[in-house]
């Protein structure tokens, strides 16, 4: 991770340090930021290996830049849901034409919807 520094922002900050802390202080500080680094460095280290170990064998298989919440855009997101389906085929269903005798009976059997003036 660079935080976006570049050499000139850091060139910068180490001449603003210079003059705030002094000449004589400024080696003291930064073997502490190193030792800081190192420790942040090694407890990160040793949460990969617990989860590692923990996960067993599905760790290694996790694509972890797929899960990095700076890559969320969710026009891809749903572009990719849209884009993922397979396209659906549809059938025509055949044509039932029913013989007169057996419209008659339909029209018969189907009973007209109750309806309820007080509803709605």
């Not at 800081?36 to 064998?57: I, Y």
């Amino acid at each position: 991770m660079s935080f976006g520094l570049t050499f000139d922002k850091l060139l910068i900050i180490g001449i603003v340090a210079v003059f705030l802390l002094g000449p004589e202080r400024l080696p003291h500080y930064a073997s502490q930021l190193a030792r800081l680094v190192k420790t942040v460095r090694s407890m990160a280290n040793g949460a990969k290996d617990r989860m590692r170990e923990e996960m067993g064998p599905d760790f290694d298989d996790i694509d972890w830049k797929k899960l990095d919440p700076r890559q969320y855009d969710p026009r891809r997101i749903i572009r990719e849901a849209l884009l993922d389906d397979e396209p659906v085929v549809r059938v025509k269903p055949a044509a039932v034409v029913p013989v007169p005798a057996e419209k008659e009976r339909l029209a018969a059997e189907v009973a007209p919807v109750p309806f309820d003036l007080e509803s709605t």
